[in-house]
């Protein structure tokens, strides 16, 4: 009898994996090796947006830059960086349904070297400033997108408040 449990217990994990398997090839568009079937998940958590490699979801409640970042490592997360205009695009859909009201990404630059970089490490390459910024100075300041009417970015003081984007890489994805 045991045996029998044992057996009918496996035939349910190996039917659920499989569909499990097929959910992740058909709506991430991705391959799953069969060793990974039931160690990885390949989509985004509830509630996040899928955008290529990655997931990102709008925080509506204010925060200082900090404590924005703060809660998108509390999620396993960094404050969204922006690497194509169709990506910055996409982040921007988020806001319009809040009014695409002034909000955090993850740039910010190194104090008075007009430095910018993102807070999840990877290259400072597309920009989309408005006219003359970014203007920075001697003391740190953060990207804030939808500046303006041209929706354009803005560098401004850190410890404003403001909604935020977070940004993770998306679950699974085989290297």
Not at 29 to 36: A, G, I
């Amino acid at each position: 009898m045991k045996l029998f449990n044992v057996s009918t217990l496996l035939c349910a994990m190996t039917a659920l994996t499989t569909a499990a398997s097929e959910y992740c090839r058909t709506s991430c568009n991705m391959q799953v090796s069969k060793r990974d079937l039931i160690k990885t998940s390949c989509c985004c958590p509830h509630g996040w947006t899928e955008f290529k490699d990655r997931c990102f979801v709008y925080v509506p409640t204010s925060m200082t830059w900090p404590r924005a970042e703060r809660n998108c490592l509390s999620m396993g997360a960094n404050l969204a960086s922006v690497h194509s205009s169709s990506e910055y695009h996409m982040i921007q859909k988020m806001t319009a349904p809040h009014g695409y009201q002034t909000t955090w990404v993850g740039g910010t630059n190194a104090p008075g070297e007009h430095i910018w970089f993102w807070s999840d490490g990877r290259p400072f390459q597309y920009t989309n400033w408005c006219p003359g910024e970014p203007i920075s100075g001697s003391r740190p300041f953060c990207l804030q997108i939808n500046y303006s009417d041209g929706k354009c970015w803005d560098d401004v003081w850190c410890d404003n408040l403001r909604p935020s984007v977070c940004a993770k890489k998306r679950s699974g994805l085989l290297d």
